[in-house]
Each structure stands twice: as C-alpha cells, then as structure tokens.
C-alpha cells in the first residue's frame, strides 16, 4: 500500500515564529509533492509543490524535497493566525493508469496569538 | 468567476434513496475527480475521467456510478445510500493528468448525511 504519513496535530506554534510540517512517502517512484492548507469546513487549496530535490520558495512559504529520505516539509516563516488549518500533504505518482494524488492525512496546525 | 462549482452543497436524506451530486469546472481542463472526505478528514479519490473516459476507479461499492457528459461536467450518482456513505464530497479537476506538475484545483464540496 502507498502511503503518505503526516503527524496529525494538532501543532501549535506562537504567532511569528516558523511552522515546520512534515510529511514521509512510502512510494520511490513518486514525482511531484503538494501541500494544500484546507480551512475547517472548506475545501484544500493549493499552496505550492516541489518535484526537484531542495527548497522551493513563495512568500512566506519554503516547500523542501528529499528524494533520498523520502521526505518533504513545509515551513511557514512568520506565522500568523490565518495560517491555523490543516495542511495536507500529497504525493504525485503518475504511473500510467494511476495518475491520482494519494494524500497524507493532514496536519493541524495552530497558530497562537 | 468560480472554477470548480458543486451542486448541492448541503445534501440529507435517508438510508435507501438515490441521489446526485453535480460538478462544472469552467476551467478548460481535461481530467475531473471525485474525492471523498471523512469525518477523521481523509482525503481519498474515488474516480477520475480523462477527456470523459474513466481512468480511475478505486475500489467504491458500485452503488456509486459517475457519469461525464462533457469535459466540464462530472456527475456522481449514488444508489440506495448508506450511513456510512455520510462524508464530504469534493470534485476537483486538472489541466492534464500524468505532468509531474499537474496541479488539482477543488470545489467547495457536498456535505452528504445520510440518516
């Protein structure tokens, strides 16, 4: 079974300070990684993906890959409020005939005024 | 102005009924999904159609039949209900399936409660 593992939360972090959210993929032979932030009772929405080894950056956002470890992250500089959601990370293996995202179960993440 | 619309939002109705849950993406994209959400919130697709040929049939209880009339539109019909069908449904669509960069774009979901 392919799997993508998060740590369900919930993590608190103080206003302004960095998020680090983790995620592990079981599957070698994905390719692409995405974090998506879903607001309580609302949909995911996209904030970035990666699918070269290293950092990727957007705004206040740093998505990082480590195809070795098999391990992706994203971190939040200067955490605010609106950033408190859950944050899910996917993995892309599009192997022909099962190209579909295969999602972790998600992070809470809140942020402490 | 919305790119992946959802009807109906809310939907509640009893253990034996059908019903329909409806998806338009005016996105231009080639590929829809359907998704179901539990109440622990994970996420896991149940269909994908490519260009209106299913590519993706996970393993859901053929009580549940998609239909795509045209690129823009996937529907989900659902037989004789169960409770444990009770989730959000999300639809969700991208420009084409199989890029590495592929990126999915969701629609706000219907809140199925099956009593």
């Known amino acids: 079974q392919k799997e993508v593992e998060q740590n369900s939360g919930p993590l608190s972090v103080p206003e302004g300070a960095i998020a680090s959210l983790n995620c592990t993929y079981s599957d070698r032979g994905s390719q692409s990684f995405f974090w998506y932030r879903q607001y309580s009772g609302k949909s995911p929405e996209l904030i970035m993906f990666i699918y070269s080894n290293g950092d990727k950056e957007d705004g206040r956002f740093t998505a990082q890959l480590n195809k070795a470890s098999q391990y992706v992250s994203l971190l939040i500089r200067d955490s605010q409020p609106s950033d408190s959601a859950t944050y899910l990370c996917a993995a892309y293996p599009p192997y022909f005939g099962n190209e579909k995202l295969t999602f972790g179960t998600g992070t809470r993440l809140t942020i402490i005024p | 102005d919305t790119a992946v619309s959802q009807t109906p939002k809310y939907l509640v109705t009893q253990m034996g009924n059908d019903k329909s849950i409806k998806c338009e993406q005016n996105l231009g994209h080639d590929t829809m999904y359907w998704y179901k959400q539990d109440s622990k919130k994970f996420l896991k697709i149940m269909f994908s159609y490519n260009n209106k040929e299913l590519i993706i049939n996970e393993t859901v209880p053929n009580r549940f039949s998609p239909k795509s009339p045209d690129k823009a539109h996937l529907n989900l019909h659902i037989n004789s209900l169960e409770l444990g069908d009770s989730a959000v449904y999300f639809c969700?669509?991208?420009?084409?399936?199989?890029?590495?960069?592929?990126?999915?774009?969701f629609g706000p979901g219907t809140r199925l409660t099956v009593l």
């Open positions: 969700a669509s991208s420009q084409e399936m199989g890029l590495a960069s592929d990126t999915q774009y």
